[in-house]
């Protein structure tokens, strides 16, 4: 489908009842035809006659009533209206949200020892993994199906799911078939888009994945011409503490701190989300400045 992927899928979501009214004064606009279009405005949509899905309405089209009202349901996203008012064609762009029981977790509360859980949609499992290392067996990733896993307590342990089949992707092409939650307060949530899972974020400490930052670009000079092959230093919000950096989203390798910059001037890092201090100096001038790495918040692509 056209439509970013959203979360909260295993119902389609309603648009409506809204009235067209036209003229002066205005009068209900009976048995006028709303076409339904993707976001490209040229794609038919794929609407329907209720939140189950069951009924799809022919043609991407509904017909006003005689109040001039009409509704649809469709997966969640953004979509186009076509209108024909007086020989003149109307687009209008329009959002339709998930359905009330799509946002709605089934909470539990799950004791590590030794076990294998098997969550279903809909779960929000919370796992004290202190007394030993947790693994989540994911169902395999039908379109809609809504998983939620964070690890509750500071122990090292552990808390890992695993996707039966396809992959788990997080951001910038990150796939694994294996997650695994090592922080306390890290939060796993997954959306299945039929072939894989997608983590699209959490809360608190939100993803085993960190932030990056950039690329920032340097110059100096008159004319002003790249700062290359710059050293720059990252340190936490005090200015003093060198940052832990890293060389990907997924945390895993340590990187280098200080950064260079390249031939263009540029630089980037990735680290956890929060605020630190870059540092580099232009002929024995020092200049410092705060900057704010993002939490990641799933695919934008």
């Not at 489908?1 to 992927?5: P, T």
């Not at 232009?282 to 934008?300: E, K, S």
């Given at each position: 489908?056209?439509?970013?992927?959203s979360p909260?899928?295993?119902?389609?979501?309603?648009?409506?009842?809204?009235?067209?009214?036209?003229?002066?004064?205005?009068?209900?606009?009976?048995?006028?035809?709303?076409?339904?279009?993707?976001?490209?405005?040229?794609?038919?949509?794929?609407?329907?006659?209720?939140?189950?899905?069951?009924?799809?309405?022919?043609?991407?089209?509904?017909?006003?009533?005689?109040?001039?009202?009409?509704?649809?349901?469709?997966?969640?996203?953004?979509?186009?209206?076509?209108?024909?008012?007086?020989?003149?064609?109307?687009?209008?762009?329009?959002?339709?949200?998930?359905?009330?029981?799509?946002?709605?977790?089934?909470?539990?509360?799950?004791?590590?020892?030794?076990?294998?859980?098997?969550?279903?949609?809909?779960?929000?499992?919370?796992?004290?993994?202190?007394?030993?290392?947790?693994?989540?067996?994911?169902?395999?990733?039908?379109?809609?199906?809504?998983?939620?896993?964070?690890?509750?307590?500071?122990?090292?342990?552990?808390?890992?799911?695993?996707?039966?089949?396809?992959?788990?992707?997080?951001?910038?092409?990150?796939?694994?078939?294996?997650?695994?939650?090592?922080?306390?307060?890290?939060?796993?949530?997954?959306?299945?888009?039929?072939?894989?899972?997608?983590?699209?974020?959490?809360v608190g400490?939100?993803?085993?994945?960190?932030?990056?930052?950039?690329?920032?670009?340097?110059?100096?000079?008159?004319?002003?011409?790249?700062?290359?092959?710059?050293?720059?230093?990252?340190?936490?919000?005090?200015?003093?503490?060198?940052?832990?950096?890293?060389?990907?989203?997924?945390?895993?390798?340590?990187?280098?701190?200080?950064?260079?910059?390249?031939?263009?001037?540029?630089?980037?890092?990735?680290?956890?989300?929060?605020?630190y201090v870059?540092?580099?100096?232009?002929?024995?001038?020092?200049?410092?400045?705060?900057?704010?790495?993002?939490?990641?918040?799933?695919?934008?692509?």
């Open positions: 489908m056209a439509n970013d992927f909260g899928t295993a119902f389609a979501g309603a648009y409506g009842t809204w009235c067209l009214a036209a003229g002066s004064p205005l009068l209900p606009m009976q048995g006028e035809g709303v076409t339904v279009y993707e976001t490209d405005g040229v794609t038919l949509a794929t609407i329907y006659t209720d939140r189950t899905r069951a009924t799809i309405i022919s043609g991407s089209e509904v017909v006003t009533d005689l109040n001039g009202t009409f509704g649809f349901y469709a997966d969640p996203g953004l979509y186009v209206l076509s209108i024909n008012l007086a020989g003149s064609q109307y687009h209008i762009p329009v959002s339709i949200a998930p359905d009330y029981a799509d946002c709605v977790w089934n909470e539990v509360i799950d004791t590590a020892a030794g076990v294998v859980f098997d969550p279903v949609p809909g779960d929000s499992r919370l796992c004290n993994a202190t007394t030993d290392a947790a693994t989540y067996d994911l169902p395999a990733p039908t379109f809609g199906y809504r998983i939620r896993v964070a690890k509750t307590d500071a122990s090292a342990n552990g808390v890992s799911m695993t996707t039966p089949s396809g992959a788990i992707l997080g951001p910038c092409g990150v796939s694994v078939t294996t997650l695994v939650l090592t922080q306390p307060g890290q939060v796993a949530e997954l959306v299945a888009d039929g072939t894989n899972y997608r983590l699209i974020g959490g400490d939100p993803s085993p994945w960190v932030g990056l930052f950039g690329p920032q670009y340097l110059a100096a000079g008159s004319p002003l011409a790249p700062l290359s092959g710059a050293s720059v230093s990252i340190y936490e919000s005090d200015g003093t503490t060198l940052a832990s950096l890293f060389t990907d989203y997924t945390a895993t390798t340590a990187a280098a701190n200080p950064v260079t910059t390249d031939a263009n001037g540029a630089f980037s890092f990735s680290a956890k989300a929060g605020k870059y540092s580099y100096s232009v002929a024995g001038t020092p200049f410092n400045y705060i900057v704010a790495v993002q939490p990641w918040r799933g695919l934008t692509g």
